[in-house]
């Protein structure tokens, strides 16, 4: 059974770090590319980043370039969001999604998100 839960939202300031983590038990993680997706108050999903299975490539849309990192730890079958110089557009529920591939955004399981509110 798939299963994706995510950690480490909360109200942050736009300075200082932040990670994001999901924990993906329940399927062979090391196979599959993993994305992360945030839907913002009162718009709709969107696609933020994404890391191929062994975690060498990477794409990021961009209004977070330079500023988030993915990586993953396949032995912990965990995925990581790093989120610094963070804006109050970023406000928004973070959700980790298996992928089909690195160079596609088409998931097919997500996790139940975790909430992330950038306020000074």
């Known amino acids: 059974q798939v299963q994706l839960v995510e950690s480490g939202g909360g109200l942050v300031h736009p300075e200082g770090s932040l990670r994001l983590s999901c924990a993906a038990p329940?399927?062979?993680?090391?196979?599959?590319?993993m994305s992360w997706l945030r839907q913002p108050p009162g718009k709709g999903l969107e696609w933020v980043s994404r890391?191929?299975?062994?975690?060498?490539?990477?794409y990021y849309t961009g209004s977070v370039k330079g500023r988030f990192t993915i990586s993953r730890d396949n032995a912990k079958n965990t995925l990581y969001l790093q989120m610094n110089s963070r804006k109050p557009e970023d406000t928004a529920v973070y959700y980790c999604?298996?992928?089909?591939?690195?160079?596609?955004?088409?998931?097919?399981?997500r996790g139940q998100g975790t909430q992330v509110t950038v306020s000074s």
């Open positions: 329940g399927f062979t993680f090391s196979s599959y590319a």
């Open positions: 999604a298996r992928t089909s591939g690195v160079f596609t955004t088409i998931w097919d399981y």
């Open positions: 890391i191929s299975s062994g975690g060498g490539t990477t």
